[in-house]
């Protein structure tokens, strides 16, 4: 499959600071991304998705980021909430393959 | 969204046995994916599952230890045959309710081989 690799594999973050958690892509083709979060013992849960024409969207108190020349992407959450701990997934898919590709995952800890 | 249903939600298997998985859906979609996800691991996409034809297995799968079914638009079935111990995971279906949208995940099936 594809390569989508991230920074950090664990985040740990204060309550009330801003999260920022990277993620970096192989595929220069790939023209979609989504941010998935999973929380212990569920399903990946869609947070908020992003297509290569943009490079910024956001949503309520998340942002994500899309930087195509270094193939580069980046989940923002505002005040970061105990209920924000998870592991964070981002996914990439390109035109011409119909399937996502899933990076190894950054495991956000929200210190109380 | 869709809502999707799994299962079993967990279960414990003997090695040398088979577990069939099943993920319904509300909902009529076009595209429905499983995936696979080792402990503290990402996911790894086994195959695409299509209707009415053979499913189309990404590298290291094969249709002989991952039969799949999709006789329907709402309805799939993951059978993991043969069991051993490293096949203890969780197993995920995906589904997208048109092309090139977001896709949406089941809870997942725990599946322990002991």
């Known amino acids: 499959g594809e390569s989508v690799g991230l920074h950090l594999p664990t985040l740990s973050v204060q309550e009330g600071d801003n999260s920022i958690i990277n993620c970096a892509y192989s595929?220069?083709?790939?023209?979609?991304f989504i941010w998935y979060k999973q929380e212990s013992g569920k399903g990946p849960q869609f947070i908020i998705d992003?297509?290569?024409?943009?490079d910024k969207r956001q949503g309520q108190r998340v942002t994500v980021l899309l930087n195509k020349t270094v193939k580069h992407l980046s989940l923002q959450i505002a005040a970061t909430q105990p209920g924000d701990s998870a592991v964070y997934f981002c996914?990439?898919?390109?035109?011409?393959?119909?399937?996502?590709?899933f990076g190894s995952g950054t495991k956000l800890n929200v210190k109380p | 969204s869709a809502v999707i249903s799994q299962k079993p939600s967990r279960d414990i298997c003997q090695r040398g046995t088979s577990l069939t998985i099943q993920c319904q859906v509300d909902?009529?979609?076009?595209?429905m994916f499983w995936y696979r996800q080792q402990p503290g691991q990402s996911l790894t996409l086994i195959a695409t599952?299509?209707?009415?034809?053979?499913?189309?297995?990404e590298s290291g799968f094969v249709i002989d230890k991952f039969p799949i079914s999709r006789p329907n638009l709402t309805f799939s079935t993951l059978t993991v045959s043969n069991m051993s111990p490293e096949d203890s995971s969780i197993y995920l279906c995906?589904?997208?309710?048109?092309?090139?949208?977001?896709?949406?995940f089941g809870q997942g099936t725990r599946l322990t081989v002991v």
């Open positions: 995906s589904v997208e309710e048109n092309m090139n949208t977001e896709a949406f």
């Open positions: 595929n220069s083709a790939s023209d979609y």
């Open positions: 992003i297509r290569s024409n943009m």
């Open positions: 996914a990439e898919r390109g035109w011409n393959f119909n399937k996502f590709y």
């Open positions: 909902s009529q979609v076009t595209m």
């Open positions: 599952a299509n209707q009415g034809s053979e499913a189309t297995y």
